[in-house]
C-alpha cells in the first residue's frame, strides 16, 4: 500500500500557496475600489471524532474579507487526518467501518458579491485518502443577475484547463456540476454551473501527478477569470429591486449548502472547524 503522506504535503504546500495567490487578488480589488480590507486569518484544530489524540489530527485556517466589494468572501485551508465515525465511514470512498483510517487536504473559498451585478462564486480542490487515495473538486459561477458573456468566459477558462488533461474531461465534469448543483425541492439549479469531479483516482505515483497537475490547472484557471469577471462589474449601479433578487437567490444558496453539500456535511461529520464550514453562508439572504 502506498504511503501517500508525502504527496498529501506537496498537495497542502501547493494549496496553501493558492490561498495566498487568490487573498491577494482580492485584496488589490478591494484597493482598486477604495476599500483598505484584507483578510483576517484564524487557525484552528480539528477535534477527534473518533481516536487519537487532538495534536494529531490536523487543522487548517479561515481567511475571511468584508470589504467594498467582497461582501463576505472566505478562503479556508485545511490538512486533516484520523478516524471517520463509523456511521459515517462507508459513505466515504474507500473508507469502511472497519478501515475508518483517513486524511484530507485541501482549499475551500465561496465569495458573496456586495454588488448584485458582480457573480458569486464557489470553488473547491481537495485530495482525500483513506485505502485509496483521489483528488476532487470543482468551481461553479453563482450570479444573481446572469450576463451570458460572464458565464461563457468562466465555462471557457475552465474548458481549456479540461482539454489540456482529457479530452472528455469537460463535457464530463460540466454535466456533473450541473446534476449536483441542482435544488430538488425548488427544481432549479444553484448558478449557471461549471465543473465539478470527485473520485479522480490516483492508484499510483504517475497517476497522482496526473491528477495534481489537472487539479493545480483548475485553480489557475479560477484564479485567472474570476477576478477579472469582478473588474468587469464591480462599479455597475444596481437597483433596489436587483438587490432584493441577489438576497432572494441568496436563499437559494443556503438551502443548497445545508440540505445537499457533500462538503458542508464531510466537515460536520469529521470534526471540522463549524466556523469554516458555515462560511459558505451568505451574510444576509431573505425568504418571500
Known sequence: ???????TARASQWFEGLRNRICAAYEEIEREAGSLATFEYTPWQREAV????????????????????FEKAGVNISTVHGALSKDFAGSVNGASADAPAFSATGISLVAHMANPHVPA???NLRFLTTTKAWFGGGADLNPPLPYAEDTADFH???????????????????????????????????????????????????????NFAFTQ???????AVFPMLVRRR?????????????????????????????????GLKTGGNIDAILMSLPPEAVWS
Open 50 to 69: 473518533e481516536g487519537g489524540a487532538a495534536g494529531e489530527t490536523g487543522g487548517g485556517t479561515r481567511g475571511l474579507i468584508k470589504g467594498k466589494v
Open 121 to 123: 462564486v464557489h470553488m
Open 217 to 223: 490547472a483548475v485553480g489557475e484557471a479560477f484564479l
Open 234 to 266: 464591480m462599479e455597475a449601479g444596481f437597483t433596489a429591486d436587483e438587490k432584493l433578487r441577489q438576497l432572494e437567490w441568496r436563499g437559494r444558496y443556503a438551502e443548497f449548502n445545508l440540505v445537499y453539500d457533500r462538503g458542508t456535511a464531510f
Open 1 to 7: 500500500m502506498t504511503d501517500w503522506t508525502p504527496y
Open 156 to 210: 471557457t477558462a475552465l474548458q481549456a484547463a479540461c482539454d489540456a488533461h482529457g479530452a472528455d474531461y469537460y463535457a464530463r465534469y460540466k454535466k456533473w456540476a450541473d446534476d449536483y448543483f441542482y435544488i430538488p425541492h425548488r427544481q432549479c439549479h444553484r448558478g449557471v454551473g461549471g465543473i465539478f469531479y470527485d473520485h479522480l483516482e490516483s492508484a499510483d505515483e504517475a497517476a497522482w501527478e496526473a
